[in-house]
C-alpha cells in the first residue's frame, strides 16, 4: 500500500527555521509533493521532488530520499502567515496526477 | 488568469437529497480531478476526468456518486440521497497536462463544504 505519514501538528517562533518531515512506504511513488493549506482556502502548490536532494525556492526547501522513503520541507525566516496546514503527496506512477496525500502537519507560527 | 472555480463554496442537503458540486478548471486546463477531505483526515483522490472522458474513477463510490465534465461547462459531481457520512470538502484541482511536473502541477479550487444534516 501507499502511506504517507507526517506530524500532526508543530510549533515555531517568527523568524526561526522549521523542519517538517514526511516519511512514505516506497512502493509506486513517482515523485513527492509539498502543498500548503490555510484553514478553508485551497491546497497550493509549493515543491516537487522526483529525484533525490535539496530543492531551494525562496524561503521554501524541499529534500527528498527515494531509497529511505522520506521528505522534508524546511522553513526559513518564519512569518506569521506562514501558520497553515503543510501537505505532503506522493505522486502514484498512472501516468496522470493522482496523489496519495498525507493529513497534514498543522503549523503554528507565534510571535 | 482565474484560478480553479468552484460553487458552491458551502452545501447544505438534508439526508436524501441530492448535492451537485460545480468546477469549472482554470483557463487552458482540460485535466479535472476531485478530491474529497474528511474531517481530520488527508485528501482522497476520487475521480479524474478529461471532456467527456471518465478516465479514473477509482476513487469514488460504487453507490451514489457520479461526476461528468462535458464538451462544454463546468466539471459536475453529483451526489444522489446524501447520508451524513457524505460530509466533506470537496476540492477540484485542474492540469495542463497529464504528468505531474514542477512546471505543471495541480491547481486547486477552494472547495466546496458539504454538510448533511
Known amino acids: 500500500g501507499q502511506n504517507i505519514d507526517q506530524p500532526t501538528e508543530m510549533t515555531a517562533t517568527e523568524g526561526a527555521i522549521v523542519q517538517i518531515n514526511c516519511t512514505y512506504q516506497?512502493?509506486?511513488?513517482?515523485?513527492l509533493f509539498w502543498y500548503q493549506q490555510h484553514a478553508g482556502e485551497a491546497p497550493t502548490f509549493l515543491s516537487y521532488n522526483v529525484l533525490d536532494g535539496l530543492e531551494e525556492k525562496g524561503r521554501f526547501s524541499s529534500f527528498l530520499s527515494r531509497s529511505k522513503g522520506y521528505s522534508y520541507l524546511l522553513l526559513k525566516e518564519l512569518q506569521m502567515k506562514d501558520s497553515a496546514s503543510y501537505l505532503c503527496a506522493g505522486g502514484l506512477n498512472t501516468g496522470f496526477q493522482k496523489l496519495v496525500f498525507g493529513t497534514g502537519t498543522r503549523l503554528l507560527v507565534s510571535p | 488568469n482565474a484560478g480553479v472555480m468552484q460553487n458552491p463554496r458551502h452545501l447544505v442537503r438534508r439526508r436524501g437529497q441530492e448535492a451537485r458540486l460545480r468546477c469549472s478548471p482554470m483557463?487552458?486546463?482540460?485535466?479535472v480531478y476531485w478530491y474529497r477531505q474528511l474531517p481530520e483526515e488527508g485528501l482522497k483522490f476520487m475521480v479524474y476526468?478529461?471532456?467527456?472522458?471518465?478516465?479514473?474513477e477509482s476513487g469514488m463510490p460504487k453507490e451514489r456518486f457520479s461526476a461528468e465534465f462535458p464538451k462544454e461547462g463546468p466539471s459536475i459531481l453529483r451526489i444522489q440521497q446524501v447520508v451524513r457520512g457524505d460530509s466533506a470538502a470537496y476540492f477540484c484541482?485542474?492540469?495542463?497536462?497529464?504528468?505531474?511536473?514542477?512546471?505543471?502541477?495541480?491547481?486547486f479550487g477552494n472547495g466546496t463544504r458539504l454538510t448533511v444534516t
Open positions: 476526468l478529461q471532456k467527456e472522458n471518465i478516465i479514473d
Open positions: 516506497t512502493s509506486g511513488f513517482n515523485g
Open positions: 484541482a485542474s492540469s495542463p497536462g497529464t504528468s505531474p511536473t514542477r512546471n505543471s502541477p495541480l491547481h
Open positions: 483557463k487552458g486546463h482540460s485535466h
